[in-house]
């Protein structure tokens, strides 16, 4: 019964190419540029601010048949959070002028995103990136924004444009 009820799920949500059809042009000042379908399947799509002192990822992608809470306290949440997290602190091979370390977690309650805030360098240019991990039909939504420390200030909301794009995945 629960696997009828999980493919019944899985039919009703979008396409991953659907959900990229939907994405706005722009959201919170970011502006779309490419959009691509990944192995996995995963949706990738990339923003960023008219003059770049702000870039954007947003990752669409689901879990193999494992539940997706809607809530951002959730635990399956805060493990995919740190997961990203991870991700973005461990050095790529051969480039060592990338580091970035976790500052705080905040949560946003509406419309449910966990973020990380994380500060430092990429090379000598101070960067700060916000990572956040939210829910929509099934899936998990990840977004980053990575933006100087000073040049981008005030003109690039992360957490409105993580808030955005989450919205927009989930149709609204």
Do not use: W
């Amino acid at each position: 019964m629960l696997a009828g009820c999980a493919a019944l799920d899985e039919s009703a949500r979008p396409s991953l190419e659907g959900v990229a059809g939907r994405m706005p042009a722009e959201i919170a000042g970011f502006i779309l540029g490419e959009t691509a379908e990944r192995p996995g399947p995963v949706l990738s799509l990339d923003y960023a601010t008219a003059n770049r002192s702000a870039v954007a990822t947003v990752l669409v992608y689901g879990t193999g048949g494992r539940a997706v809470p809607s809530d951002p306290n959730a635990p399956e949440i805060d493990r995919e959070l740190s997961s990203a997290v991870s991700e973005v602190t461990e050095a790529p091979s051969g480039r060592t002028g990338r580091r970035l370390a976790e500052q705080e977690r905040i949560t946003i309650a509406d419309p449910g995103l966990r973020c990380a805030v994380m500060t430092g360098a990429f090379g000598r240019a101070p960067v700060t990136r916000h990572v956040c991990v939210g829910s929509a039909q099934g899936r998990f939504v990840k977004v980053q924004v990575t933006m100087g420390s000073a040049g981008a200030r005030g003109t690039a909301e992360p957490v409105a444009f993580a808030a955005g794009a989450l919205r927009a995945v989930r149709g609204g």
